[in-house]
């Protein structure tokens, strides 16, 4: 499948990555690379994007516990973490199954430890948890030290002002991409 028919196949699932555009982009930067880490998967609409270009696994961080977000009317704060995972796992079952796409049940930090400790090293890294300075700057020191050299680290939800404060003091040299996505290689 190439990029777009990847997108339009991720389109199908909920999610909050919104935009054929930015699920493409997703496509074409996990095109063929051997491993990729999304942090902030909700119901997994992006991290099938991700899975079906990518050449190996996707590390699929979160904690499943939704947020305010409002996704189709349902407000994920009133689903629980087991429906909002096991939504996760039913969306990408065949994935997970064969073990290209391994869920991690944890915090950004915590599951950027865990890689850390089994000496993963990522070609991208993409993440879409908190939006905030403070959550921003956290993801970016604990993901970024397992970013390969020449690997691509993006992000959605641009425009946030604190966001985009974070992300000048600590990926100096990003740009903004599609839609909200923002990226940054790492030379």
């Known amino acids: 499948m190439d990029a777009l028919e990847i997108a339009y196949t991720a389109d199908q699932l909920p999610g909050l990555c919104t935009t054929i555009g930015e699920l493409k982009r997703l496509a074409e930067l996990a095109q063929g690379v051997s491993s990729v880490a999304e942090i902030g998967c909700y119901m997994g609409r ?54 290209k796409v391994i869920p991690l049940r944890c915090d950004s930090v915590e599951g950027a430890d865990i890689l850390k400790a089994q000496g993963i090293r990522l070609d991208v890294i993409f993440l879409d948890a908190g939006h905030d300075y403070e959550w921003v700057t956290r993801d970016i ?41 923002w990226e940054w290689v790492n030379e």
């Open 46 to 99: 992006s991290t099938k994007a991700l899975s079906l270009a990518a050449g190996g696994r996707v590390y699929a961080v979160d904690t499943w516990r939704g947020s305010d977000e409002d996704n189709e009317g349902e407000k994920t704060k009133t689903t629980t973490p087991e429906i909002l995972y096991a939504k996760f796992c039913g969306n990408l079952w065949d994935e997970i199954s064969n073990g």
């Open 141 to 181: 020191q604990a993901w970024k030290p397992l970013l390969r050299k020449g690997g691509v680290m993006v992000g959605h939800d641009l425009p946030h002002p604190r966001m985009e404060e974070a992300l000048n003091d600590y990926l100096p040299g990003w740009t903004a991409s599609v839609g909200m996505l």
